[in-house]
């Protein structure tokens, strides 16, 4: 498990830089999570990203047995406009998403909607996250077999009626609305996409 998040660590600080904060939050029953926050200066877009959510394979609830082994690995990165809101309270709703794979028996994958029941930070509009898919920023961690790679999530804040219309038409609907619209989903204080 260590050997693991070692790695996870070592492929963010290549992705991303040096992490400028950490926090730790740990759950009843559950592994530590950290959030690393990674601020880039020349775009004044600060990313934050979970560390422990990749430690254990990820496990159908239907199953009998998870496999210690084998399954989806992953972590969450959040990429939001610097200084124009309270972004850094984010870190526990994040810890409790990383966490839930292990609290709730899910399987975070893109196109999933994650919903922490209150805003993401004070006053935030968004609710809930959209999972979009991995590869753009920071690439997969390829294990050795039979490990799956871990896969780094990029997370789409999403308002409660975005949320509501991604259920009716699905995650890819959305993203198409917010390109066609000239969403910036990394602006923690714009308002819903038109959803007419």
Same mark, same amino acid.
């Given at each position: 498990?260590?050997?693991? @998040? ?7 600080? #290549? ?10 939050? &740990? ?8 959030? *690393? ?19 254990? !394979? ?9 496999? !210690? ?12 406009? /610097?200084?124009?809101?309270? &972004? ?10 990383? /966490? ?8 975070? #994958?893109?196109?999933?909607? *994650? ?9 935030? !509009?968004? &609710? ?12 997969? *961690? ?10 780094? @999530?990029?997370? @789409? ?13 699905? /995650? ?6 917010? @390109? ?17």
């Amino acid at each position: 498990m260590g050997e693991v @998040l070692a790695l996870v660590e070592a492929r963010l600080c #290549t992705a991303l830089g040096e992490p400028d904060a950490r926090a730790a939050v &740990t759950f009843l029953g559950t592994d530590r999570i950290e959030v *690393l926050r990674f601020f880039d200066r020349d775009s004044g877009v600060v990313r934050y990203a979970t560390l422990g959510m990749s430690a254990h !394979p990820m496990s159908d609830p239907a199953s009998v047995l998870a496999d !210690p082994v084998k399954g989806p690995r992953a972590e969450l990165v959040l990429s939001v406009r /610097a200084g124009l809101a309270r &972004t850094d309270e984010v870190l526990r709703p994040l810890a409790v998403l990383a /966490a839930s794979p292990q609290v709730e028996g899910v399987v975070v #994958t893109p196109g999933a909607s *994650l919903d922490v029941g209150g805003p993401l930070w004070p006053e935030a !509009p968004f &609710t809930s996250v959209l999972v979009a898919e991995p590869g753009g920023l920071v690439e997969d *961690l390829e294990q050795t077999a039979p490990m799956d790679p871990v896969r780094f @999530l990029p997370l @789409l804040p999403m308002t409660p009626n975005e949320a509501a219309w991604k259920r009716v038409h699905g /995650a890819q609907a959305l993203q198409e609305r917010w @390109l066609a619209r000239g969403t910036d989903p990394r602006d923690p204080l714009r308002g819903s996409v038109a959803l007419d």
